[in-house]
């Protein structure tokens, strides 16, 4: 018998925002960032931080 497993949706898009804040560090004014539209959870980080739903 297996388990179903959580997504790694959220993890996923952690990681890829994380990666896109080193970017705005180095270009600053790159501001893209991605979010799951419809889940709750996880608050906004930087509130001036635009979001692209996936």
């Known amino acids: 018998m297996h388990r179903m497993l959580e ?3 959220a993890d996923a ?3 890829v925002n994380a990666m896109l804040d080193g ?3 180095v270009y600053p004014g ?3 960032r991605f979010e ?3 889940v ?3 608050e906004e980080e930087d509130a001036e931080s635009t979001a692209e739903p996936v």
Do not use: A, D, R, V
């Open 30 to 32: 790159f501001k893209t």
């Open 13 to 15: 898009l952690h990681l």
């Open 40 to 42: 709750s959870g996880e």
């Open 23 to 25: 970017e705005n560090t």
């Open 36 to 38: 799951i539209e419809g």
């Open 7 to 9: 997504s790694t949706i």
